[in-house]
């Protein structure tokens, strides 16, 4: 089963570039390990209280906790957080099914296998101390 984690915050007025570069650099600190299966940068429309993050999908939780505690993943977040809001840090956890193997591609489970199987784990998010 993958997983998936996602972080989302509201950056600092002027902190918003800073804060997508530091993303960035996150998600390539990510990339170059073991379980990694992709990553993205979300953001909502520029202007007041404007919602970025981002989102890495993992072959298992324990491959995400590998790279969250080391010191260079360490780093990085302490970097972030000085540049976002303090209370808006929000980082969810949750288990996933992929349903296609390759973008446009075929899905790899019907989708009568897929409720089947999205019944037995969807469950409410979890939340993930900041």
């Not at 491959?63 to 976002?84: K, N, P, W, Y």
């Amino acid at each position: 089963m993958d997983y998936v984690r996602i972080s989302l915050m509201t950056p600092r007025a002027g902190q918003s570039h800073e804060a997508t570069r530091l993303l960035s650099q996150i998600i390539a600190l990510c990339s170059q390990q073991r379980g990694f299966r992709g990553g993205m940068i979300v953001g909502g429309r520029p202007g007041a209280g404007r919602v970025i993050g981002r989102m890495t999908v993992w072959d298992d939780r324990a491959s995400a906790d590998r790279v969250s505690g080391t010191e260079h993943m360490l780093a990085l977040r302490s970097q972030l957080m000085q540049l976002v809001d303090a209370d808006s840090h929000t980082e969810y956890a949750l288990d996933a099914v992929t349903l296609s193997a390759e973008p446009g591609g075929s899905p790899a489970l019907t989708p009568s296998e897929a409720v089947r199987i999205a019944e037995g784990f969807v469950r409410e998010p979890r939340r993930i101390a900041s």
